[in-house]
T-cell receptor, first 114, second 112 residues
Framework: GAVVSQHPSWVICKSGTSVKIECRSL??????MFWYRQFPKQSLMLMAT?????????EQGVEKDKFLINHASLTLSTLTVTSAHPEDSSFYIC??????????FGPGTRLTVL | QKEVEQNSGPLSVPEGAIASLNCTYS??????FFWYRQYSGKSPELIMF????GDKEDGRFTAQLNKASQYVSLLIRDSQPSDSATYLC????????????FGAGTRLFVKA
């Protein structure tokens, strides 16, 4: 199957700092990528759709100024959590669709904000 | 009503048995249905997708879809301890495309 990578796999930061998470499609081009957040024992919640060459589309309730998304190329999307706070601690997962309507997930980034 | 509902479990089955996982969805116009497996601390991995009513088999896995009942299930035959994970049901909406709604998942334990 298609390969999607994320970096870093985990990060610990102090409250108030910003954290950037990268999502790359390694063997295919992705004009669209998705960013999800998953809290413990809960399901994946779609945060935003990242579009190459245009602005991201955010889901209701997700602050676009706090979660900055940049789709820099056909293989890279970044999510920056600005001024992170402990309640932003979560598992962040990106995905990219490959044809049809299936999508492949990156390995996830576990963010802990102290 | 949640858009995609699953029994949270845990569902416990003995090794070698059939595990049956169920999911219902609210959007009658949904087009595509997926089962993902998620191990603790890992991201989901796609097991199967199904688009048409009926059964779809892939190895030990069988997905079943009944659009009239808005119901999709996953059967795992000859369950193995390595199958122990959370299984996420996911549905793409009536508009097609890639916006996927996930259920909360069912935790499966396969006892050796």
């Amino acid at each position: 199957g298609a390969v999607v990578s994320q970096h870093p796999s985990w990060v610990i930061c102090k409250s108030g700092t910003s954290v950037k998470i990268e999502c790359r499609s390694l063997d295919f081009q992705a004009t669209t990528m998705f960013w999800y957040r998953q809290f413990p024992k809960q399901s994946l919640m779609l945060m935003a759709t990242s579009n190459e060459g245009s602005k991201a589309t955010y889901e209701q309730g997700v602050e676009k100024d706090k979660f900055l998304i940049n789709h820099a190329s056909l293989t890279l999307s970044t999510l920056t959590v600005t001024s992170a706070h402990p309640e932003d601690s979560s598992f962040y997962i990106c995905s990219a669709p490959t044809g049809a309507d299936t999508q492949y997930f990156g390995p996830g980034t576990r963010l802990t904000v102290l | 009503q949640k858009e995609v509902e699953q029994n949270s479990g845990p569902l416990s089955v003995p090794e070698g048995a059939i595990a049956s996982l169920n999911c219902t969805y609210s959007d009658r116009g949904s087009q595509s249905f997926f089962w993902y497996r998620q191990y603790s601390g890992k991201s989901p991995e796609l097991i199967m997708f199904i688009y048409s009513n009926g059964d779809k088999e892939d190895g030990r896995f069988t997905a079943q879809l009944n659009k009239a009942s808005q119901y999709v299930s996953l059967l795992i035959r000859d369950s193995q301890p390595s199958d122990s994970a959370t299984y996420l049901c996911a549905v793409n909406g009536a508009g097609g495309g890639f916006k996927t709604i996930f259920g909360a998942g069912t935790r499966l334990f396969v006892k050796a």
